[in-house]
């Protein structure tokens, strides 16, 4: 009889611990958020610019990235890619070609153009300078 009044009272102090524990607390005082209209800070409205430098490793990571979003068809999301892996590594003949293909994808035949012409002065011997050739004469042609 003993034995289980210590343990229903033990029970009943457990239970009120864990009650106690689950009721919310006051909460405490946070610092007043900015309202979402709010202009950013000074110091924040000026972005530096991204300083590239050679890394070849890197360019080459971007134009995989790009030709993933190629076979799903972002074709914008691919062209910012080839056009970073070009940033990063502007002798990089295969991203200038890939850059080409996506802007031709983009209807943007200016850009495209450019893309094919600079491919063509960093691979002039490459195996597929005649196909490009060809693409470049398809083009319709620059109007500036």
Request: hydrophobic share 40%; proline share 9%; with cysteine.
């Amino acid at each position: 009889m003993i034995v289980a009044r210590v343990s229903l009272t033990l029970l009943f102090a457990g239970l009120l611990a864990c009650a106690q524990q689950a009721k919310p607390s006051k909460p405490e005082a946070q610092p007043p958020r900015p309202p979402a209209h709010a202009e950013p800070e000074e110091e924040d409205a000026v972005s530096t610019p991204k300083e590239y430098t050679l890394n070849p490793i890197q360019a080459q990571s971007e134009i995989k990235i790009g030709q993933y979003y190629m076979k799903r068809g972002r074709y914008k999301a691919a062209a910012d890619r080839f056009e970073e892996a070009t940033r990063w590594n502007p002798g990089a003949a295969e991203a200038y070609l890939l850059l080409g293909g996506a802007q031709e994808k983009l209807r943007d035949a200016k850009a495209a153009r450019a893309a094919y012409e600079k491919y063509l002065e960093l691979a002039p011997g490459a195996k597929d300078a005649s196909g490009v050739k060809k693409r470049l004469a398809k083009l319709p042609p620059d109007k500036s």
